[in-house]
T-cell receptor, first 112, second 114 residues
Framework: AQSVAQPEDQVNVAEGNPLTVKCTYS??????LFWYVQYPNRGLQFLLK??????LVKGSYGFEAEFNKSQTSFHLKKPSALVSDSALYFC??????????FGSGTQLTVLP | SQTIHQWPATLVQPVGSPLSLECTVE??????LYWYRQAAGRGLQLLFY??????ISSEVPQNLSASRPQDRQFILSSKKLLLSDSGFYLC?????????????FGPGTRLTVT
């Protein structure tokens, strides 16, 4: 079975500061990990994914994520947060079941 | 480029009434298609997925059904809605079922059952 945990329901950060949204996973076999963003009343938008290779993955809108196998984590990061980054963020994983399993989501609020 | 459409955008239906939500994808062939439900603005629950015309897999037993009458059309239905069917319904597509493929989501349908 595979699962994804987002331990923080809410993350607040000041504009211009770095942001981190946490994600840990439990996947049998090689993990494939994803980050999505959802704005109010909209569908999810794909940000980035880790399949293999470099542990630091770069994605859309200046976001990046670091895969850490020993800590089974895939945290989403951005060096300098924008107010427009405020949204709901979902971490997802897929493994041998080939189905995308999502975490419970983290609401990011960037304060001006 | 690929585009995914969902309609209607919002829907208010009484308990016991039927439901039909439609999803279509443009710009790709033989996509894998998915229906999710998002309750209370948070967790996403996979309801159905389809790898081809007429091929539907159900992830959870419920009051809903899905059909895929054409390659790029995916329909979510119910004969009699329950209050618990309220939520935000999202359709998604991917190039394949391989674990490495990301999914692309439609704009969603907000369903309120009264």
């Amino acid at each position: 079975a595979q699962s994804v945990a987002q331990p923080e329901d809410q993350v607040n950060v000041a504009e211009g500061n770095p942001l981190t949204v946490k994600c840990t996973y439990s996947v049998s076999g090689n993990p494939y990990l994803f980050w999505y963003v959802q704005y109010p009343n909209r569908g999810l938008q794909f940000l980035l994914k880790y399949i293999t290779g470099d542990n630091l993955v770069k994605g859309s809108y200046g976001f990046e994520a670091e895969f850490n196998k020993s800590q089974t984590s895939f945290h989403l990061k951005k060096p300098s947060a924008l107010v427009s980054d405020s949204a709901l963020y979902f971490c997802g994983s897929s493994g041998s079941a080939r189905q995308l399993t999502f975490g419970s989501g983290t609401q990011l609020t960037v304060l001006p | 480029s690929q585009t995914i459409h969902q309609w209607p955008a919002t829907l208010v239906q009484p308990v016991g009434s039927p439901l039909s939500l439609e999803c279509t994808v443009e710009g790709t062939s033989n996509p894998n298609l998915y229906w999710y439900r998002q309750a209370a603005g948070r967790g996403l629950q996979l309801l159905f997925y389809s790898v081809g015309i007429g091929q539907i897999s159900s992830e959870v037993p419920q009051n809903l059904s899905a059909s895929r009458p054409q390659d790029r059309q995916f329909i979510l239905s119910s004969k009699k809605l329950l209050l618990s069917d309220s939520g935000f319904y999202l359709c998604a597509w991917s190039l394949g079922l391989a674990a490495s493929y990301e999914q692309y989501f439609g704009p969603g349908t907000r369903l309120t059952v009264t």
